[in-house]
Structures are given as structure tokens and as C-alpha cells.
């Protein structure tokens, strides 16, 4: 697989912008915004922006494409999506397997089916996106609270739609802990069955524990050690691919974001390094 980025990235949030400029983090090596919050950003603040996307690899990370949306596909904003990645140079464009519409926008992710009718319905909306963007995009493994309809595992769901779609995985680290919670599956068994599918970059982000049962993905906080040895685990199986740090509110200064920056390099160099003595001791 031939990733669309390399190495350590971070959400960037408007708040992030003049301290990033002011001191850069050497760790990051990529940047993820979404399309929407900037692709009829004008002015002086555009201006910003193209600094960033002129100094930085970048990926778009989408909130309101609404890919299993019962309403029809709003092709005129893949269009203008298409445009802004185009002149900005954007190497991926993701989105979640979710909808936030129907005929009005919901302000919230809502779960997909699990049903084949589903698969077949979000898949041939995904390559309509493709066609249309001239290029594959990423799916995100989504974190959600109810499964209405259900009638396979979410695993299976997963996999079908990205056959289905031939389309890539953004591989979201902190959903799968979150949901193996919330749901009662074994993380670790989840994240082996998506071996061999096409990883495009991954996520890795904080959570809030409500209760001992139920957690909250909300990107307001530190990285779980839970999650943390989870992503461990996908880089021994997967091999080291780029990742990037969410954190969309309760933002905290540059050096606690370094630290979590930090540490996914240093579990990147474990990995490689681990790897290489597999590779020494087969040999």
C-alpha cells in the first residue's frame, strides 16, 4: 500500500494556526483539515491557509458529505470538494461511514445499517463520489451508540463496503476501543480482521469514560493508554503507517500536543524496529 502521507500529523484547528506558525512542532510531518471550514474561506485568513497547504502535505478529513444518506447525493459540493483539493494540492480526501442528512442537516453522525442493502446502497454512493473526484477516497470506521436494523457484525459491514466501493480505509484507532466497549467486542480480534485492507492513514484521539460501560468519543482529551497499545498492536500487524492526533476542543498548548506527537513517532520507531529484528531473526 502507497500511503498518501508519511509519519506524524495533526488536526488543524484555526486556534493552532498562529501558534503552529509561530513555533512549528518538528514531529509533524502532515496536516488534516475539513474541506468544509475552508473552501470559501477568503481573505486574509485564506491567506493563512494557503501558507499552510504551500508549507505541509495535507488531507481532508470531510463532516457533511452524508454517504449513506437517504437523500440524494449532493454532487454540486463533491464538485466544489474536487476544486478545493485540486488548488490546495490535498494528497487524500476521507469521510465517515455515517450520514448527517436527510432533506436538512442533522448536526450529528448517524449510524449506517448493518444490511447488505446498505452496502450495496453506500458503496455505489461512494464511486459516484470517486468518479466525480477523479480519485479513491477513505472511509472512516466510525464510533456510534445504537445499531438500528442490524443484521451483520460491524466488522463484516466494514469490509463489504470497502469491496464493494473499492475505496480505502481511514483506519480510526479510537472508534474501534470506543465501540469495543460500548458494543462488547474484543478490540484486538476487530482490528486483526481488517487485516489486508487498504489502510489509507489512520486516527488516533481521546475519549471520555461516562461509565464503565459506555464511552464517549469526543476528541477533547488526551490519548487513553488503552488506545495507545491498541495503536501499538495495528503497526505490528499493519507495519508503520501515518498517523495523526484529533483534538478538536479543550485545546492544550503546543508542548502537551508535542508530547502525544511524540509518542506515536516513538511507537512508529518501536514498531520499525521490531520489524527489522523479525525481519534479522527469519534470515
Not at 446498505?118 to 461512494?126: G, K, M
Not at 502537551?256 to 525481519?279: D, N, V, W
Request: hydrophobic share 40%; charged share 25%.
Amino acid at each position: 500500500m502507497r500511503y498518501p502521507v508519511e509519519g506524524v500529523g495533526l488536526g488543524l484547528r484555526r486556534e493552532l494556526m498562529q501558534p503552529l506558525r509561530d513555533e512549528p512542532i518538528p514531529e509533524i510531518s502532515f496536516l488534516e483539515v475539513a474541506p468544509e471550514n475552508w473552501m470559501r474561506m477568503g481573505g486574509a485568513l485564506g491567506k493563512r491557509f494557503r501558507a499552510f497547504t504551500e508549507r505541509y502535505p495535507f488531507v481532508c478529513h470531510g463532516l457533511s458529505l452524508s454517504i449513506g444518506s437517504p437523500a440524494p447525493l449532493d454532487e454540486a459540493f463533491v464538485l466544489e470538494v474536487r476544486t478545493f483539493l485540486r488548488s490546495h494540492n490535498i494528497r487524500k480526501y476521507s469521510e465517515h461511514l455515517s450520514y448527517c442528512s436527510d432533506h436538512g442537516h442533522l448536526y450529528d453522525l448517524m449510524p449506517i445499517p448493518f444490511t447488505e442493502e446498505a452496502v450495496d446502497y453506500v458503496a455505489a454512493r461512494i464511486r459516484r463520489v470517486q468518479d466525480l473526484l477523479g480519485q479513491r477516497i477513505a472511509i472512516e470506521n466510525v464510533s456510534y451508540y445504537a445499531a438500528p436494523g442490524q443484521e451483520m457484525p460491524e466488522l463484516e459491514f466494514l469490509l463489504a463496503v470497502l469491496k464493494a466501493a473499492d475505496c480505502e480505509l481511514l483506519l480510526d484507532v479510537n472508534n474501534i476501543y470506543v465501540n469495543s466497549v460500548n458494543h462488547r467486542y474484543d478490540a484486538l480480534e476487530f482490528l486483526r480482521g481488517l487485516q489486508g485492507a487498504p489502510v489509507s492513514y489512520v486516527h488516533i484521539a481521546g475519549h471520555y469514560d461516562e461509565a464503565p460501560d459506555l464511552l464517549v468519543d469526543t476528541h477533547g482529551t488526551q490519548v487513553k493508554p488503552s488506545v495507545w497499545a491498541l495503536l501499538e498492536e495495528a503497526y505490528r500487524l499493519f507495519g508503520v503507517m501515518p498517523t495523526l492526533l484529533e483534538r478538536d476542543f479543550n485545546i492544550p498548548s503546543l508542548p502537551e500536543l508535542q508530547h502525544e506527537l511524540q509518542q506515536i513517532e516513538q511507537l512508529q520507531e518501536q514498531a520499525r524496529e521490531f520489524s527489522l529484528r523479525q525481519t534479522a531473526s527469519a534470515g
